[in-house]
Nanobody, 124 residues
Framework: QVQLVESGGGLVQAGGSLRLSCAASGRTFSSYTMGWFRQAPGKEREFVAAIRWSGGSTYYADSVKGRFTISRDNAKNTLYLQMNSLKPEDTAVYYC?????????????????WGQGTQVTVSS
């Protein structure tokens, strides 16, 4: 079992930056693939970024590539999402997700464990 708690969301102006964190409980965090998803009002939850257990492989949605960076610190059981050059269309609730057996990292159903989400609002 893994429990996930996101933090770091808030209100920021367009062009600004935020860093989201996801604290995970459980001794097997280091063996899990971790992902970030987001859900805007009236829209489906969509893939943002993912990282394999070793941190050696990262994946991004085209909409955030070059602006967002996913990373993890296995010693601290923490996942991060550094978001730069934020745009109003990045406004959403951001969720972290985890699973030990993910093959297709962009598929929401591939993750068994989810956090409660943190709100990110980007004003124009």
């Amino acid at each position: 079992q893994v429990q996930l708690v996101e933090s770091g969301g808030g209100l920021v102006q367009a062009g600004g930056s935020l860093r989201l964190s996801c604290a995970a409980s459980g001794r097997t965090f280091s063996s899990y693939t971790m992902g970030w998803f987001r859900q805007a009002p009236g829209k489906e939850r969509e893939f943002v970024a993912a990282i394999r257990w070793s941190g050696g492989s990262t994946y991004y949605a085209d909409s955030v590539k070059g602006r967002f960076t996913i990373s993890r610190d296995n010693a601290k059981n923490t996942l991060y999402l550094q978001m730069n050059s934020l745009k109003p269309e990045d406004t959403a609730v951001y969720y972290c997700a985890a699973d030990p057996r993910v093959i297709l990292v962009s598929i929401r159903g591939a993750y068994a464990y989810w956090g409660q989400g943190t709100q990110v609002t980007v004003s124009s």
